[in-house]
């Protein structure tokens, strides 16, 4: 256990990060930036400011950042935010390839000025190949991956997957760590990088191991047939009586022996689990068992025990659950009226809560310019001119 005090700046504070606003992946890997501490300032559109600014409240997505509204095809407006780069130690982008260079935003422009910079630039399918220049979301690049034509029941469709491996996992997450990883570099050498993420790439890492498995024949091109796609009867999903749902996983013997004992199901007659072949009969045996109670009824003789089991809760059902609430995953938001999330994973020097997200966009300009050196008549002309928003 760390002796050392508690530190709620968090372990990325005095890092600056400089954002372009983007959709979906490239937000969700500077809120876990932000998260850790590290001070965010993103750059929105210039007409993305509303015409009356009010202040929306506290947003969960957008929390720990800055915001300043810049109009990046005026001059003024491109140079405000190199002077912005020139101080900062990351840049992170999530244009379609060759955005950036002819915005005079590219890695090797912004590395002349600041050698050593953390370049992130993030896109869907790459910097090259015949997809490059397309559009597309997390639901095309986990297809192309292959990943969801492993995803779905015996004769049925491919599941969506809620933008999980694709924006978040594939695309933020991937992004995040790698720029954290340029960063330890870049203190150790004084040179920055270019961390290029592909969120198809991404999802393909995500997925590596079953790529592994695929070659091998451990796992088939057939949905609904694998031990982790629910083709198997001890890792899979069952419909109580009250129609809820509930989930089983004892994979180890000692851990299936336990559920058979504890539900008093009848083993006379149930075929080895080891043999593929008698899958679809011990399913259909565990099928009629969950339908003859509620899922409340199995939560109270198999929670808690290691049978590997756990209710399929909705969202709210989950914030509401006594592991979670035992935790304390979900903390007081920014306004105090509600809760969020808090920042994960945990590290035992930190204590982190969540940071305040921007009013508006543009919110935060005249607090950012000025820390860079803007003097008020400079954020007037530059605001008047339309450079900034």
Known sequence: MSQLSPDPAG???????????????????????????????????????????????????????????????????LDTVLKLVDEAQVFLESFRPGVAERLGLGPDALAERNPALVYGRLTGWGQTGPLAHVAGHSLNYEALTGVIRAIGPAGGSPVPLLQLLGDFGGGGMQ??????????????TGHGQVVDVAMTEGVMSLASVFYGMSKVGFHTEEMGANLFDGGSPYYNVYECADGQWV???????????????????????????????????????????????????WCDLLEGTDACFAPVLTFAEAMAHPQIQALGTFVPDGDESSTELRPLPRLANNPITPRPSPAWPGADADEVLTEAGFGDAQIAELRSSGAIG
């Not at 504890?262 to 009629?288: C, M």
């Open 175 to 188: 992004m995040a760590f790698g720029v954290t990883c340029a960063l330890i570099e870049a203190q150790r």
């Open 247 to 297: 989930t089983l996983a004892p994979i180890e013997d000692k851990f299936y022996n336990l559920f058979l004992e504890l539900t008093g199901l009848d083993t006379e007659g149930l075929p080895d689990r080891n043999d593929r072949a008698n899958w679809p009969a011990i399913k259909a045996r565990f099928s009629e068992l969950f339908a003859t109670k509620s899922r409340a009824e």
């Open 11 to 77: 372990p990325l504070a005095g890092i600056r990060i400089i954002e372009l606003a983007g959709q979906g992946a490239l937000p969700f890997g500077t809120l876990k930036l932000a998260d850790m501490g590290a001070d965010i300032i993103r750059i929105e559109r210039a007409d993305a400011v509303p015409p009356n600014p009010v202040d929306r409240g506290h947003s969960s997505w957008d929390r720990g950042r800055r915001s300043i509204a810049v109009d990046l095809k005026h001059p003024d407006g």
